[in-house]
């Protein structure tokens, strides 16, 4: 009798208990050169756009919670999942909700880097911009997010990089001129006296913004894609734009999928979960998955049967790799 009772009560744990784990697999893919329910993925306002042909798929990670101890054993033994402790998906000094939200923001950031990226790409001029304050720094109060940043110390703006350059030789207590544009009106100025970096050694005047490189052109870019989370898009969203915005067709009408964080200047960063990504692009039809280069080796050992791959430092080098499919020709691989 005890012994049916153990195995009732070991089965009703196993059914019922969560464990501390996640299942990481094959996520959800979509084609960035078509339509999230009645809207494109990529859509531009006020620019003439060329037809596309293919496919241009980002791919994602599913992440599956609240496993019970039979259901994690389940996922594990298909051999399609793997487990993960929870704790590094949903960190216990945040709630749920701030988990979203942080992926949501990161998603967010991503579709600008994106659109930056390519915008730089097909040699739209650019801008600087104020990306955020400094909460207590000296700009605070004067500079807002958003405003143009035209020259500083008598120096022009034009690169973030330059602002850093501009402030070369001052010190706290310094006052400098800021030189600045907001919502398109005209040219303000203001005096900011710079203060000390935070925490830091550093021995230069601190202004205390983040600066931002944005397009500047007159016409408007808009991603629609709900309930997806994280900056791994990045890459794909980069070349549907360049895809879109220029005749012919980038990919020379291949299915091509692919995933990479970029950043705002073009350079493409490694992410996680290459495998289950892979996985999910194949059997969606893809042939050619575009691999940033520091998840090459991982890559390579779990790569599909049937999906080639093309590794990738910069948007110039997806590009290429584009272009090499489009010619039937082998891209650069891993």
């Given amino acids: 009798?005890?012994?049916?009772?153990?195995?009732?009560?070991?089965?009703?744990?196993?059914?019922?208990?969560?464990?501390?784990?996640?299942?990481?697999?094959?996520?959800?893919?979509?084609?960035?050169?078509?339509?999230?329910?009645?809207?494109?993925?990529?859509?531009?306002?006020?620019?003439?756009?060329?037809?596309t042909a293919g496919h241009l798929n980002m791919t994602t990670v599913s992440v599956t919670d609240r496993l019970s101890l039979f259901g994690a054993l389940g996922m594990w033994a298909s051999g399609r999942y793997a487990l993960a402790p929870r704790e590094v998906y949903f960190p216990p000094s945040k709630s749920e909700q701030e988990v979203e939200q942080e992926n949501a923001q990161a998603f967010d950031a991503s579709q600008n880097s994106a659109e930056t990226a390519a915008l730089r790409y097909l040699g739209y001029p650019m801008q600087v911009e104020v990306g955020q304050t400094i909460q207590g720094g000296p700009a605070e109060n004067v500079l807002q997010p958003g405003d143009q940043l035209i020259s500083a110390n008598g120096k022009s703006v034009t690169d973030p990089q330059s602002l850093k350059a501009a402030l070369s030789g001052t010190k706290p207590g310094d006052r400098v001129e800021i030189r600045f544009s907001r919502d398109g009106g005209p040219e303000q100025v203001a005096n900011i006296q710079l203060g000390t970096y935070p925490d830091s050694d550093e021995m230069q005047g601190f202004l205390?913004?983040?600066?931002?490189?944005?397009?500047?052109?007159?016409?408007?870019?808009?991603?629609?894609?709900?309930?997806?989370?994280?900056?791994?898009?990045?890459?794909?969203?980069?070349?549907?734009?360049?895809?879109?915005?220029?005749?012919?067709?980038?990919?020379?009408?291949?299915?091509?999928?692919?995933t990479g964080e970029i950043d705002a200047a073009g350079t493409v960063g490694p992410i996680g979960g290459i495998q289950f990504k892979?996985?999910?692009?194949?059997?969606?039809?893809?042939?050619?998955?575009?691999?940033?280069?520091?998840?090459?080796?991982?890559?390579?050992?779990?790569?599909?049967?049937?999906?080639?791959?093309?590794?990738?430092?910069?948007?110039?080098?997806?590009?290429?790799?584009?272009?090499?499919?489009?010619?039937?020709?082998?891209?650069?691989?891993?």
């Fill in 208 to 258: 205390g913004v983040s600066p931002t490189q944005q397009p500047d052109v007159p016409f408007d870019i808009k991603i629609h894609l709900a309930d997806v989370g994280g900056p791994s898009a990045g890459l794909m969203f980069s070349l549907a734009i360049v895809d879109k915005l220029t005749p012919g067709d980038l990919n020379g009408g291949k299915f091509v999928a692919g």
């Fill in 278 to 334: 892979m996985v999910k692009a194949r059997e969606a039809g893809a042939t050619t998955f575009l691999v940033p280069a520091e998840n090459c080796a991982e890559a390579k050992a779990e790569a599909p049967e049937g999906l080639g791959l093309a590794k990738v430092h910069t948007i110039e080098d997806a590009t290429k790799a584009l272009e090499a499919l489009r010619r039937n020709q082998a891209p650069a691989s891993c």
């Fill in 1 to 51: 009798m005890t012994s049916v009772v153990l195995v009732v009560a070991f089965g009703l744990l196993g059914a019922f208990v969560p464990v501390p784990f996640v299942a990481l697999g094959p996520g959800p893919t979509y084609d960035t050169l078509g339509t999230d329910g009645d809207k494109p993925v990529i859509e531009v306002d006020g620019r003439q756009t060329f037809p």
